[in-house]
């Protein structure tokens, strides 16, 4: 019986380090994925700034690019208008023989 309770004991101890390695190998991996996580929340909150700055820095010309391109836009209407209105006079015109 003494044989027995010894052998357990050693049968116990041994799958305590063998639980004690894996656990620490699963330890160890998290802390590597937590650490390229956090690495990658940085990068992330780094190009969000510089995304922020680039917004705030376009933001205020965005009213201006849209006036400009209503003016762009009146002038081709005009120059369209002007440059087709001969041309529909000229085919409305009567034929005569």
């Known amino acids: 019986?003494?044989?027995?309770?010894?052998?357990?004991?050693?049968?116990?101890?041994?799958?305590?380090?063998v639980c004690f390695v894996w656990m620490y190998r699963i330890?160890?991996?998290?802390?590597?994925?937590?650490?390229?996580?956090?690495?990658?929340?940085?990068?992330?909150?780094?190009?969000?700034k510089i995304e922020h700055d680039l917004i705030k820095e376009v933001h205020p010309k965005v009213g201006e690019i849209k006036e400009g391109m209503d003016e762009v836009i009146a002038a081709v209407k005009e120059n369209t208008e002007s440059n087709t209105l001969p041309a529909a006079k000229a085919k409305k015109a009567p034929v005569t023989r």
Not at 27 to 48: C, D, M, V, Y
Request: positive net charge; hydrophobic residues 40%; proline residues 0%.
């Open 1 to 17: 019986m003494d044989t027995l309770a010894f052998v357990m004991t050693l049968v116990g101890t041994g799958c305590w380090g």
């Open 27 to 48: 330890s160890a991996k998290q802390n590597s994925l937590l650490e390229r996580i956090t690495e990658q929340g940085r990068r992330i909150e780094r190009f969000s």
